[in-house]
């Protein structure tokens, strides 16, 4: 399938667990960025990435890490899960003005 | 830095009625300006948008207006439908320096349409 796609969908771990969140492109696009989404809050920005091997800090990066060794891939990993981190995610990548979201991932930290 | 600030919700409208939701911003220089709506269980979809002042975003009905001298850029619609039930989230764009093409985001503005 063309386009973004997110795994898993949903997931629910662990206070103090490692997780992983994966996200792929088929478009080649150089720009991909992380996002969290809770209410009263919109989007905010986590982390983004402007090509491969090269990765930036975005408006909450706090918890999270991320990398990017092939451009279609951009996985965020929470290192030690807290329930503050329980939100839905959304990977996105950008070409020219518009940026194309997955359809997230839906994480509940217990 | 960059913000942005939507009205705030829920929006329940009767099907046929005139919506518009508002949403305001603050940057430094000439950003571009977006709307994006999110249906129930989806990711976030472009509406429309303007990359300059007095352009005029428009699509499936929705139009919105670049207003520098009021900040603003407001959506409307004038007759909505059942199916353009979902949250509608505004975003702008910043210029120039480490942007990255980085989207800055309203909280969001839930919108019901009944029958």
């Known amino acids: 399938d063309a386009g973004i796609t997110q795994s898993p969908r949903y997931k629910i771990t662990e206070t103090g667990r490692q997780v992983t969140l994966m996200c792929h492109q088929t478009?080649?696009?150089?720009?991909m960025f992380w996002y969290r989404q809770d209410l009263g809050h919109g989007l905010r920005l986590i982390y983004y990435?402007?090509?491969?091997?090269?990765?930036d800090k975005g408006e909450v990066p706090d918890g999270y890490v991320v990398s990017r060794s092939k451009t279609e891939n951009f996985p965020l990993t929470l290192e030690s899960a807290t329930r503050s981190q329980t939100s839905v995610y959304f990977c996105?990548?950008?070409?020219?003005?518009?940026?194309?979201f997955g359809p997230g991932t839906r994480l509940t930290v217990l | 830095g960059n913000s942005v600030t939507q009205m705030e919700g829920p929006v329940t409208l009767s099907e046929e009625a005139f919506l518009t939701i508002n949403c305001t911003y603050t940057?430094?220089?000439?950003?571009?300006l977006f709307w994006y709506v999110q249906y129930p269980g989806e990711g976030l979809q472009l509406l429309l948008k303007a990359t300059k002042a007095d352009d005029k975003g428009s699509n499936k009905g929705f139009e919105a207006t670049y207003r520098k001298e009021t900040t603003s850029f407001h959506l409307e619609k004038g007759s909505v439908q059942v199916s353009d039930s979902a949250v509608y989230f505004c975003?702008?764009?910043?210029?120039?320096?480490?942007?990255?093409?980085?989207?800055?985001f309203g909280q969001g503005t839930i919108l019901t349409v009944h029958p």
């Open positions: 478009w080649s696009h150089s720009y």
């Open positions: 990435s402007a090509a491969a091997d090269i990765t």
């Open positions: 996105a990548s950008r070409h020219t003005d518009e940026q194309f």
């Open positions: 975003a702008l764009r910043g210029t120039g320096g480490t942007s990255y093409g980085k989207l800055t």
């Open positions: 940057a430094t220089g000439y950003p571009s």
